[in-house]
């Protein structure tokens, strides 16, 4: 994608475009994209299968792990859709719009007419970075939105309300409340995740490059978190409180493991786009 110059009405010489400007190419060019539009079909599909899958159940109590808290609770689908999603396929698709908005321009030679446009190097980074964000926050709110309606609609609940892990019920008000915050929690801790995947893209031009690298890590550290003796690494990682949403499931509402993950993701994001920006700055057109 390639931005055209803006004249100076005065002097004819090529101005640098508003920021506004550049954010809204940034917008249209990632919605136009049909793999952004398919992937947020098929991830809309998600708690529609984890619905009809539930109501097929039947019977409270039955399916694996929080799953079988779905059964007549549907206000708790968006929650467990999230957090299933979160494993892998957020990541996915967070990793593959930042391999397509440096490495992929790059692999298609429009990257060198971004470098050359009179638009600074700091706010071409702000723009890909919004192209990322965008696609983060689309698809965590779709899972969130269609996980709101299947739940209500395929799987049902007791007047609307959502019947926490604790035993108490909150009102619709409260549990989409709930939902909401789950929904902010899972954006910060895809934004993360595609600062990382920035860094990595700045400095190849192989989308697939990125990819790997992203979801390669995020499987070590996976398994890193699952080993004992190295427990001491925890704090280092990013996908330590990734399943912290599911504490808002819970009444009270405990706030540590949210927090907690989302000052790391914060951290990862200060690096990550640190990274990125310096690779893009020294990179030659």
Known sequence: MTT??????????????????????????VLRRPRTL????????????????????????RGPGLVSAVAGNGLVLPIVALTLSMALLLPLAVAMAAADAIAGESAHGTLRGLLLSPV??????????????????????????????????????????????????????????RVGLVVVFVVGQLAAV???????????????????????????????????????LQPWLLTSGWTAGVDALRDPLPLGGMIESSLRALCYVAVGMGLTTYRMLRRDA
């Not at 055209?4 to 002097?11: C, G, I, M, Q, T």
């Not at 475009?17 to 249209?28: D, K, Q």
């Not at 070590?220 to 080993?227: E, K, P």
């Open 194 to 232: 595609g600062a990382v995947a920035l860094a990595v893209s700045s400095v190849t031009d192989h989308p697939l490059v990125v990819l790997a690298s992203v979801l390669g890590a995020l499987i070590v550290f996976g398994v890193l978190s699952a080993i004992p003796a190295l427990e001491w």
């Open 120 to 177: 600074s190097r700091l706010r071409l980074v702000v723009m890909k970075a919004f192209g990322v964000l965008v696609v983060a926050t689309l698809a965590t709110v779709v899972v969130a939105a269609v996980g709101v309606l299947a739940g209500l609609v395929v799987v049902g609940g007791a007047d609307g309300q959502l019947v926490t892990l604790s035993g108490t019920a909150l009102g619709p008000g409260a549990a989409l409340l």
């Open 38 to 61: 398919v992937m947020l079909g098929l991830f809309a599909l998600i708690p529609v299968l984890i619905s009809i899958g539930v109501a097929t159940a039947g019977a409270t109590g």
């Open 4 to 29: 055209a110059p803006v004249l100076d009405p005065v002097s004819d010489a090529p101005r640098a475009a508003p920021l506004g400007r550049l954010l809204a190419a940034e917008l249209r060019w």
